[in-house]
């Protein structure tokens, strides 16, 4: 196998490989049961992520083409995350204060490269730079990447029932955590 390089890589940089990610996306996200915003909206979910200051991205490359991608943001005391778990978590587990919780929002490999490992040097080399006590996300029902995240240090919360008007991707999703190390300030 070619060298594969996974590195984190700054808002900066992520800022000018917006179509690189976003073709990835496409084709990873494209496979049912997932669901894939379209490339506008994927790019304006992008965007938006870029502006905020907890943004956090890893990158895999295989002779400087893009064949992975992970990333992410902090959750504030203000979002809906843990709304609708249908296994309620006490008040001390769902509120968030600044620094608490980093949600991965977005993880992929190309189909040609799964199962060599990257995937999970991907959520490793993005998480071991995090500040955060711990990490969240949220996925489809179904899909192959529930075994990637048992195989890679996740716990299953609980399923979760999207807020009607929260306009997030799927009406269902199972909600995973990960301890990480970090102490809680950034
Ligand atoms: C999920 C995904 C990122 C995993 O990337 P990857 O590079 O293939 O994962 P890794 O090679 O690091 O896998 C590590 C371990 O996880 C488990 N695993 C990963 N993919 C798996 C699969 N499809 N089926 C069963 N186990 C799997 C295995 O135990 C694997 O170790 P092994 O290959 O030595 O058996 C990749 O499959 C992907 O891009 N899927 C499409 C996009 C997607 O669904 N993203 C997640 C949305 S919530």
Known sequence: MDEVSVRVAAASEVAVRLDAIGGLYQQ????????AETPAEHRATLLRLLSDPSFGCALAEVGGELVGFVYGY???????WWDG??????????????????????????????????????????????????????????????????????????R????????WTSPVFDVYVRELTGTGSR
Do not use: K
């Open 85 to 158: 778990l249908r296994d309620p978590m006490p008040q001390e587990f769902t509120t968030e204060w600044e620094g608490r919780t980093f949600a991965i929002i977005d993880i992929a490999v190309a189909q040609p490269w799964r199962r060599h490992g990257i995937g999970a040097r991907l959520m490793d080399t993005l998480l071991c730079e995090r500040a955060e006590q711990r990490a969240t996300l949220g996925m489809i029902p179904g899909l192959p990447a529930a075994e990637f995240y048992t195989a890679t240090g996740w716990d299953l919360l609980s």
């Open 160 to 167: 979760q029932d999207s807020p009607p008007d929260a306009g």
């Open 28 to 35: 990873a996200f494209a496979e049912p049961p997932n669901v």
């Open 74 to 80: 902090q959750l504030t005391a203000s979002g809906r």
